[in-house]
């Protein structure tokens, strides 16, 4: 740290994205983007976008806001885009967290969420998962704190049903409540439809997953539109050209192509069931994932120990060191063939 780094930074600890190795080509496991390439309809709408990237971008990203609106069923006024993600949740936490409206979220969740409350200087606290890594969503009604819930969670893949969900937006009336559901079409439910009931409720999507696009950073929040207002309000305070042309252009492609998606994400929800089904038969615990990744420990075999092995053996996965989850793997959903591989390392590695 400098000497001129600001002291309200003091005590930021940075989140660590997965590795992207540059050494060798490794079977990449670890950080959750899809085996497979985007929709030829995002290519080609991104690739006829390249001429005009002389022009700025439409900062009201009407015509993708129009086609992710027609897709989730509600109204344009009702999406805000983002530069994947991630930056739209750190919007929605400058836009409603402060000292007197602190977040709650789970203590086993995405890493960001802390991060995002650090940097913005707003108090948190993290719950603990049950035994089971599930939720006790009664944690979380009517304490007059705003709740940020990852449905399917990470990295557990654990999916908690909509009526939860709509318990938590009924019990919280003064607060937001906040769904990330970035892996929500490996076999959950989006509890998008629960926007027009509850106005306190936002819920947040990307492409990254199992829209193949996780390189052309895009995300994007469904809400009432009072609450789409505020989050402008920030996106134009500062980045207004937060989402590039071809990124645009890329995701009205990806979300009109629907049999393209349709087909990647079973074909990833079916390599998961078989790569889960091999994994017991080797004495793995599992928690149920609906998501596009695995949770997974061995009693032969250490977490850290696992991880280092397959990473020998030229496959990457994401070893978390948290004291509840340090013994797990969180192994992401590659092609058929990529898994039949991983699957068969790990038999060896348990054999020598
Ligand atoms: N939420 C969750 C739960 C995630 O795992 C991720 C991916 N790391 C994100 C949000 C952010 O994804 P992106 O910024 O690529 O949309």
């Known amino acids: 740290m400098s000497r001129f780094f600001s002291t309200k930074h003091e005590k930021l600890i940075p989140y660590t994205p997965g590795e992207q190795p540059k050494?060798?080509?490794?079977?990449?496991?670890?950080?959750?983007?899809?085996?497979?390439?985007?929709?030829?309809?995002?290519?080609?709408?991104?690739?006829?976008?390249?001429?005009?990237?002389?022009?700025?971008?439409?900062?009201?990203?009407?015509?993708?806001?129009?086609?992710?609106?027609?897709?989730?069923?509600?109204?344009?006024?009702?999406?805000?885009?983002?530069?994947?993600?991630?930056?739209?949740?750190?919007?929605?936490?400058?836009a409603y967290g402060d000292n007197e409206t602190p977040f709650i979220f789970p203590d086993i969740t995405y890493g960001f969420y802390n991060v995002f409350c650090t940097v913005n200087n707003i108090p948190y606290e993290e719950i603990p998962l049950k035994d089971d890594f599930t939720i006790d969503f009664n944690d979380y009604c009517g304490k007059g704190k705003n709740v940020v819930i990852a449905n399917p969670n990470a990295p557990t893949g654990i999916f908690a049903p909509l009526c939860e969900i709509e318990r938590l937006a009924q019990s919280n009336p003064d607060n937001i409540v906040v769904v990330d559901e970035a892996y929500v079409d490996f076999g959950g439910e989006s509890a998008i439809p629960l926007t027009k009931k509850y106005k306190n409720l936002i819920v947040v999507q990307t492409f990254s997953k199992s829209r193949s696009m996780a390189g052309a950073r895009l995300g994007f929040a469904v809400a009432d539109k009072e609450l789409i207002k505020d989050l402008n309000t920030i996106r134009f305070s500062i980045n207004p050209y937060n989402i590039n042309r071809m990124t645009m252009a890329a995701g009205s492609g990806a979300i009109r192509d629907n049999e393209y998606f349709e087909k990647n994400r079973q074909e990833i929800i079916a390599t998961r069931e078989k790569t889960a089904a091999a994994l017991y038969m080797m004495g793995?615990?599992?928690?149920?994932?609906?998501?596009?990744?695995?949770?997974?420990?061995?009693?032969?075999?250490?977490?850290?120990e696992l991880y280092k092995k397959l990473r020998e053996n030229g496959i990457l996965v994401r070893h978390f060191t948290g004291k509840r989850i340090c013994e797990y793997n969180r192994i992401t959903i590659g092609t058929p063939k990529e898994m039949e591989i991983f699957v068969n390392t790990v038999k060896k590695i348990l054999k020598d």
Do not use: H
């Not at 050494?23 to 991104?46: G, H, Q």
């Not at 615990?285 to 075999?301: E, G, H, V, Y």
């Open 23 to 94: 050494d060798m080509k490794y079977i990449k496991l670890n950080t959750n983007e899809s085996p497979y390439p985007p929709s030829p309809e995002a290519v080609k709408a991104a690739e006829n976008e390249a001429n005009l990237l002389r022009l700025y971008p439409d900062p009201e990203c009407s015509a993708l806001c129009e086609d992710i609106a027609a897709y989730c069923k509600v109204e344009k006024e009702n999406v805000v885009l983002s530069n994947g993600s991630d930056e739209i949740l750190n919007f929605i936490f400058m």
């Open 284 to 304: 793995f615990t599992m928690t149920p994932s609906k998501a596009n990744f695995l949770f997974a420990k061995s009693d032969k075999i250490s977490g850290e």
